[in-house]
């Protein structure tokens, strides 16, 4: 397949990404949004207001960034690769288009381990992907935790941002979280992994998934970037056991398949509303579903 390049991928969702409605007017709810947090720092603890202040802070362009950029792209890829390469079969990789360093891209993928973004990511960057990476993550532990901003340093560079949050009197914080991850991917040059599921999918079955969310959809609209799907199988939630395994080649497969870009159609410039962020969260799980079927074929 002819590799194709991001800014022709831009077309179908520029409307979007400039904030317009169907219409072609100004969409009210593609505006910039206020940085995350700012009318609800109250409801946060010390800890969580101190880390985010300090992510929020390394965002910025500046040296911080600079820094934290160029150890996800060297330290931050090379010891998951090393601990899950003898494992590693990748696939599809000439769906995805070449790196456009000022642009921005969305990977959505099944959710099975605590693991399955890392080891995908860490294999886009090791073939070029130049973006400053994040993950949205569930605030308890990295967040909550004293040992939660070590962690999230060490094993990612503060890829682990923003919160979100489980608590239902903290749901205003969680769209503030999402408009911020829209707003960074307009502002170019980032990378942004998301689990359509939301949680984790426990069961035996991989290729069978939990509900979609529409908080992905949310950020997918918002952003009008491109969003390249992936599947991946194989990987479990015991990090001793899985770096163990990785490090000698005994334990399963993992597979990782990609896909083309998704195209969403008339949902890329569809209304905003929670209806269209279910549709589009619920067009990435087909997609998804797709490359698992294909993953069969690989076992």
Not at 79 to 84: D, G, L, P, Q
Not at 117 to 136: D, E, K, M
Not at 269 to 277: G, I, L, M, Q, R
């Amino acid at each position: 397949m002819i590799p194709v390049r991001w800014s022709r991928l831009r077309t179908g969702a520029a409307r979007a990404h400039r904030g317009l409605g169907p219409s072609g007017d100004p969409d009210p709810g593609d505006r910039d949004p206020p940085e995350i947090h700012v009318g609800g720092e109250a409801s946060l603890s010390r800890l969580e207001r101190a880390q985010i202040r300090f992510i929020r802070a390394t965002l910025r362009p500046g040296i911080a960034d600079r820094v934290i950029r160029a150890l996800q792209g060297s330290v931050g890829q090379w010891w998951i690769r090393v601990a899950t390469t003898r494992l590693t079969r990748v696939h599809g990789l000439d769906r995805v288009p070449p790196w456009d360093p000022a642009g921005s891209v969305i990977l959505v993928a099944n959710h099975r381990s605590f693991f399955d973004l890392y080891v995908t990511t860490a294999g886009l960057v090791s073939r070029g992907l130049p973006h400053r990476i994040l993950f949205p993550v569930r605030s308890a532990f990295f967040y909550d935790h004293p040992l939660g901003p070590l962690v999230n340093g060490v094993m990612s560079f503060f890829a682990m941002y923003p919160p979100i949050f489980r608590e239902r009197k903290r749901a205003a914080l969680n769209l503030a979280s999402l408009d911020e991850v829209a707003a960074l991917l307009r502002r170019g040059g980032f990378f942004v992994g998301l689990h359509p599921e939301g949680a984790r999918k426990k069961d035996d079955d991989p290729y069978t998934f939990l509900p979609a969310q529409s908080g992905v959809g949310r950020i997918i609209r918002k952003s009008g970037v491109p969003v390249i799907p992936v599947f991946v199988n194989g990987l479990g939630n015991d990090l001793a056991r899985q770096v163990g395994g990785g490090l000698i080649g005994r334990g399963r497969a993992i597979h990782i398949v990609f896909g083309a870009p998704i195209d969403f159609g008339g949902l890329a410039c569809a209304p905003a509303s929670p209806k269209t962020y279910r549709q589009i969260a619920e067009k990435c799980l087909d997609a998804i579903a797709e490359l698992g079927q294909e993953e069969k074929s690989y076992r």
